[in-house]
């Protein structure tokens, strides 16, 4: 599985756009193969060169993908290994070539090599789609699936004694409706954008933020205690209080109101939000503009 760094949806897209890339370049490789195993040419020496795959192109994506990535993705380096491996098998046909004893075994070979590097570099592909799928193509913030993906390893994760405590926080726009119908939905859809980038700014690497839908957001936080956590999430409303949201009808306001609660071990998701929505009704009816805590789920 690819291993999660804090990413968001437009990098995701960018990922799979910079792979598609590399892919093209690793087809105009292949076809030069093609072209001097057809046409008998004689073979640019860089491709015979016992470094050939990182003169070919498709490498420069490897470099770049292995020096974003510190912890190194498996899949990754996967796929680097076949590239050699495959580039390494080209060689031999290559240099087979000028004596015109390409034999079987040469191209069984390499055909295999191919197969195994086009192999990996679909998984991967895959998953990275997989992963741009669950993220919201307005704010980039993961979706909800992801929430329901994570919530399980956080909550494990703050079993022991010594962790921190783990905190579910649902955020939602006030009065959003009269944003859409005073400035129109291109205005709603800027503010939800750049709240979704400043809840992701303001949020460290270990909390998580995730779109839920519409104009509500949630929070994974974990802190040492519960008055850490709400002076967390009061210093957070505070910023969006005072942030200039710039939309193309000019800069707007706007307040938000937070139901939160405290996970326990065996809490469920679903209930820890239905309490979190619960408190943030409540904050609602009291006047918007505030966080209301449960210790508690409910
Ligand atoms: N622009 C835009 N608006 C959205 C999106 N998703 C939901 N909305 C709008 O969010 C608004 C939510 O309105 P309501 O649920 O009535 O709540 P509200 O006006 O925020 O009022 P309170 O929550 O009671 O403070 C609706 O107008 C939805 O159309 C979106 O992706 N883009």
């Known amino acids: 599985m690819i291993t999660l760094r ?21 087809y105009i490789w292949s076809s030069q193969l093609t072209h001097a195993a057809l046409f008998n ?7 015979t060169d016992t470094e050939s795959h990182l003169h070919c192109r498709f490498s ?30 080209m060689r031999q046909i290559l240099l087979s070539l000028e004596k015109s004893a390409v034999t079987r075994a040469q191209l069984q070979e ?57 905190y579910l926080t649902l ?3 006030d009065h959003f409706k ?17 709240l979704g980038s400043l809840l992701s700014r303001s949020s460290r690497s270990q909390d998580k933020t995730y779109r839920f ?36 009808t000019g800069t707007l306001q706007i307040t938000v109101t937070c139901g939160a609660v405290r996970a326990q071990q065996d809490d469920e998701l679903q209930t820890l939000i239905e309490t979190a929505d619960r408190a943030m009704y409540a904050g609602k009816q009291q006047g918007r503009n505030r966080i209301i805590f449960q210790p508690r789920a409910r």
Not at 149 to 158: G, K, M, N, T
């Open 6 to 26: 804090k990413i968001n949806g437009f990098e995701l897209e960018r990922d799979i756009g910079e792979l598609n890339q590399a892919i093209a370049y690793h």
């Open 41 to 47: 040419d004689k073979p640019d020496p860089v491709m």
């Open 60 to 89: 420069k994506w490897l470099e770049m993908r292995l020096r974003l990535d510190c912890t190194g993705h498996p899949e990754v380096k996967q796929i680097e290994e076949r590239h050699a491996a495959m580039h390494a098998a």
């Open 110 to 166: 390499y055909y295999a090599t191919q197969r195994e590097f086009l192999d990996a570099i679909d998984r991967y592909k895959t998953e990275l789609i997989a992963l741009r799928n669950n993220h919201d193509a307005l704010t980039g913030l993961p979706l909800r699936k992801l929430l329901y993906r994570d919530f399980p390893l956080l909550q494990q994760a703050v079993t022991c004694e010594a962790a921190p405590a783990l």
């Open 171 to 173: 955020i939602d726009i």
């Open 178 to 194: 009269r944003v859409n119908d005073q400035y129109g939905h291109t205005t709603g859809d800027a503010v939800l954008r750049e």
């Open 213 to 248: 839908g519409g104009e509500e957001f949630i929070l994974l936080y974990l802190c040492e205690n519960d008055a850490a956590f709400t002076a967390a999430l009061e210093r957070l409303i505070t910023q969006i209080r005072a942030h200039e949201f710039i939309t193309p």
